[in-house]
């Protein structure tokens, strides 16, 4: 059967926590932010709500999740380890550069051109 975590915690000894421990939404953010992964117990929210979040269960009205569930979910929101900023700025560039064949522009909002006669 699947420990539970006290409601009200003093100590965050959290890296010992066995993954089917069920937090609720505090907890898990309390975790997750005590493990090195700092998340807010609104950004919890939000992405339940949107639906790309952390799996979860119902327990009357209250939202319960599994440690191991959680972490996975917060380690598969990480960017790859980086060496220096000037390679995280050449990864950014890679992602929103033009293609070479191509001259980026913004789209016009305007109206099209008439023919002047």
């Not at 100590?11 to 997750?32: F, G, M, Q, V």
């Not at 992405?47 to 598969?76: C, M, Q, T």
């Not at 900023?85 to 051109?113: E, G, I, Q």
Request: net charge positive.
């Amino acid at each position: 059967m699947p420990k539970c975590a006290p409601r009200l915690i003093r100590d965050l000894d959290w890296l010992n926590l066995p993954r089917d421990t069920r937090l609720s939404r505090p907890e898990a953010a309390k975790a997750l932010t005590a493990n090195g992964l700092p998340t807010a117990t609104a950004t919890l929210t939000t992405v339940a709500s949107r639906g790309d979040g952390p799996p979860f269960r119902k327990f009357n009205n209250y939202v319960v999740y599994e440690w191991g569930e959680i972490l996975d979910w917060a380690i598969s929101r990480c960017k790859p380890v980086q060496r220096s900023a000037t390679a995280h700025r050449a990864m950014a560039n890679k992602v929103t550069a033009a293609p070479p064949n191509r001259v980026a522009t913004k789209p016009s909002l305007s109206r099209p051109n008439r023919l002047r006669s």
